[in-house]
């Protein structure tokens, strides 16, 4: 708004400054015009003066008596104070007034010389009276040449005809002045000489020509002045001596008396004096008219303008104050169409359902109503087009939602057709895996049924691209072992994934398992995929109390700061459903499932090589298990069984190495890894749980009927160590201490054929996988070729 404002007023003012400045330099003009005006009067009069000091000064020098020196005496102080009124006068000229300058410094000069020129007037015998008149004749032409330039520049044309009507009167008594001194001198002589009436008749045509020029400028009051001047006895009387002048022939004597020459003349002077100071003080009058009007009208001009500029910041204001106030509401609507109902619309519009969607319905029901209602300016415009902007950019939104979920449900339907026949191919294998005892062809079928559980991942990813759940429904929460198992036995590399130290005491919620299964999965099959091949990688997860985090670090070459910033970017807002999601799909996985979960997955740099994926579990997820059911490691007894046995020791990880690469996604087991074993016998057999391995190949250990008697149960050489541990269920006591407890008897439970190792010795052996299936393979063989008499244990 203060822009629409200031452009108007700036110009306004602009404008205002340039006609204020005209009216300031006119005004300024006519306060100089003013002093200028009064000097020139004052030049005037100071001429006049020069004029009767010069023919005093003329008579002294044609007479010398002592009449003419009191007379040139009294000229002399009359001047001196007319130099004194044009000196007083000179001082207020402006600095400005460089047009006069040279004119004004040769008066000055020519002022100074006054008193030397007296001496000589004074002082000189016999002076030529030519040559001393000269020096009057030059002050008093320069006097007369300021009062006619001070008319130059003057705007008004009365004005300046005033002044130069002035000017034409002092030139019309210099005239008369110098048929005085001419006069004078022809009497000073004797007779008259060609040269000196040569000077009368220029000085009579100066004055006729003086006098015409005045009559020409004056107005009609100034040439009554001047008939007035110009009538009366004297006027006759100085008539009749100039006729008498003219007449007289060179070389003749003139028949003139010089004082009455000089005392008619002299009045003559002193008449048009009069004239002259009659016309200053009307040129005067006329100036101060002038100067006073322009000063008026300077300031009716600054009223003018600034009452100009009080309506025009009115006008402006008020038209800028509507056009901002329609600009902020199109502003504000805009911004919240911008930041507010089309983020909202698009965020509806990515949640499921929005295959249903009709955009151009949609797109007519968002059309902002809060916009700039239609009109003819350009605002109205602005505002219809912005509207048909968020319109289309509804639309466009609504048209790619719908897109999208038709895509998310062609990978649904996809995913869940062909999971289905992964699920029948992983029966078929089952089935296959339990007939099957050649090693090498179960050892195919174990890698078969791996590539299967793969796909069922990958169908798995496609469904949560998709936008639905991959779990199933589980009635009881799983321990994070098994689901750190059960997503390893998920990715390709399995044999390269190390369990480091996991915390027993945490499960994960049922609701939650199959979609963290998934997660970690998709982590340790990045860190094994993106490692060297021959290394491994290092899996944790420890217990925070309101948290879980589970790393996995692998030792690869690592991502620089940039990737890791993207890869942490894309893991905290995965992009929606396209082709880059497809490609990255781990990824992209990885963050929808996080999001679904409440959890966070972070990639950063490991501590000495590689990378580390830390996924965090929200304590929504999480968990606690009682002490009873804590698992020790994976296919070991529970804590349990472990109470009638001795502990083992605790789990002694390997120096865990760098993390790995960005994470992909697997589903739980179908069924449990152990099984609880049957109730205790009346042998007192302790408690145990076994792996449902041995369930699924059981029939690999039937006993056989032998002579049509009943079959006995299978034995081996560990019978005996059995029944040894059996009888540790009902200790004989032997001997008691003093108080009555039973004295401990060393050794004498000692299990046969065990190895005694010390506590702090034992340590996790790690296996391989497929080293395990293939000695499955070959005890599975073995025991096909068992003894066909097995041992009954019931009989000893």
């Known amino acids: 708004m203060r822009l629409i404002v200031a452009a108007p007023l700036v110009a306004v003012i602009g404008f205002a400054g340039l006609a204020l400045t005209e009216s300031a330099r006119q005004t300024t003009r006519a306060s100089d015009l003013e002093v200028l005006a009064r000097l020139g009067a004052e030049a005037g009069d100071l001429a006049y003066r020069l004029q009767r000091e010069r023919i005093a000064a003329a ?28 000196r007083r006068q000179r001082d207020r000229v402006p600095a400005d007034a460089d047009a006069n300058r040279p004119l004004l410094r040769r008066i000055d000069a020519a002022l100074d010389g006054l008193a030397p020129l007296r001496t000589q007037v004074r002082t000189a015998a016999h002076a030529s009276v030519s040559a001393m008149t000269f020096s009057y004749r030059i002050a008093i032409a320069d006097l007369i040449n300021f009062r006619e330039n001070v008319s130059h520049g003057v705007v008004n044309a009365q004005l300046a005809d005033g002044i130069r009507a002035s000017a034409a009167l002092s030139k019309t008594a210099e005239a008369i002045g110098q048929q005085q001194v001419a006069v004078l001198r022809a009497a000073a002589a004797g007779e008259l000489t060609p040269a000196m009436q040569q000077d009368i008749t220029a000085a009579r045509t100066s004055y006729t020509e003086s006098s015409l020029s005045f009559l020409a400028l004056a107005p009609p009051d ?31 004597r003139l028949q003139l008396a010089t004082d009455s020459w000089v005392s008619t003349t002299q009045d003559r002077a002193a008449r048009l004096s009069e004239l002259r100071g009659r016309v200053d003080d009307a040129v005067l009058d006329d100036v101060r008219a002038a100067h006073t009007d322009q000063r008026r009208r300077a300031v009716a001009e600054a009223v003018g303008v600034l009452l100009a500029l009080l309506l ?25 169409v911008a930041f507010e109902q089309l983020p909202a619309v698009v965020a509806r519009l990515q949640q499921p359902g929005s295959a249903a969607v009709d955009p151009h319905e949609l797109a007519r029901q968002q059309s902002s109503a809060a916009l700039e209602p239609s009109s003819d300016d350009e605002i109205g415009e602005l505002g219809q087009a912005f509207s048909a902007v968020h319109r289309a950019a509804v639309r466009t939104a609504a048209e790619q939602a719908v897109m999208r979920a038709n895509t998310a449900d062609i990978f649904i339907h996809l995913s869940r057709r062909e999971q289905r026949l992964v699920d029948a191919v992983l029966a078929q294998v089952d089935l296959v895996e339990r007939d099957e005892t050649d090693p090498d062809r179960l050892h195919q079928l174990y890698t078969l049924d791996n590539l299967a559980t793969r796909m069922g991942r990958i169908n798995a990813s496609l469904l949560v691209l998709g936008g639905v759940g991959v779990g199933r429904v589980r009635q009881h929460d799983v321990p994070l072992q098994q689901v750190l ?32 299964v998934h997660l970690l999965a998709e982590l340790m099959d990045n860190a094994t995929t993106y490692s060297p091949p021959g290394s491994e990688a290092w899996v944790t997860g420890r217990s925070l109390g309101d948290r879980v985090i589970v790393q996995i670090s692998d030792e690869g070459v690592g991502l620089s700061p940039h990737r890791l910033q993207q890869l942490n970017e894309l893991l905290a807002r995965p992009p929606a459903i396209d082709v880059a999601a497809v490609r990255a799909m781990g990824l992209v996985v990885v963050g929808q499932l996080a999001a679904r979960l409440g959890a966070s997955v ?29 698992l020790l490691a994976p296919g070991r007894l529970s804590r349990r069984a472990a109470r009638t046995t001795n502990p083992p020791p605790p789990y002694q990880p390997r120096p865990q190495p760098t993390a790995g690469h960005p994470p992909v996604e697997r589903t739980l087991p179908a069924a449990p890894v152990f099984r609880p074993a049957p109730a205790p016998t009346s042998r007192g057999e302790a408690p145990t749980e076994e792996l449902l391995i041995f369930e699924q190949v059981n029939h690999w250990f039937h006993t056989d009927v032998v002579d049509g008697h009943d079959g006995r149960e299978w034995s081996s050489p560990a019978d005996d160590a059995w029944r040894t541990a059996a009888e540790a269920h009902t200790p004989e006591v032997a001997t008691t201490t003093t108080s009555g407890l039973p004295k401990r008897q060393p ?6 054929g065990g190895v005694t190792v010390p506590q702090q010795q034992q340590r996790s052996e790690y296996r391989d996988p497929a080293q395990v299936a293939t000695a499955m393979a070959a005890y599975a063989r073995g025991v096909a070729t068992r003894r066909r008499t097995p041992i009954n244990l019931g009989n000893k």
Do not use: C
Request: no cysteine; charged share 25%.
């Open 59 to 86: 008579d002294l020098l044609t007479y010398a008596a002592t009449e003419q020196q009191d007379a040139f005496g009294t000229e002399m102080a009359a001047t001196d104070d007319a130099v004194a009124r044009y």
């Open 222 to 252: 100034w040439s009554l002045w001047w008939d007035q001047v110009g009538t009366g006895k004297e006027a006759l009387v100085l008539q009749r001596m100039q006729d008498e002048v003219s007449r007289a022939q060179p070389g003749a």
């Open 312 to 336: 025009t910041a009115l006008v402006t204001w008020a038209v800028a104050r509507q056009i901002t106030r329609r600009l902020r509401r199109l502003r504000d609507a805009a911004n919240a």
């Open 485 to 516: 198992q059960a997503a390893l036995s998920q990715i390709e590399h399995y044999a390269r994934i190390r369990l480091g130290m996991v915390d027993g005491d945490v499960a994960v919620a049922a609701k939650s398992v199959d979609e963290v």
């Open 602 to 630: 972070q990639l950063r740099r490991g501590p000495r090589r590689g990378t580390l994926a830390e996924a965090t579990l929200p304590a929504a997820m999480i968990r606690s298990l009682p002490p009873e059911e804590y």
């Open 747 to 752: 050794q004498r439970h000692l299990v046969p």
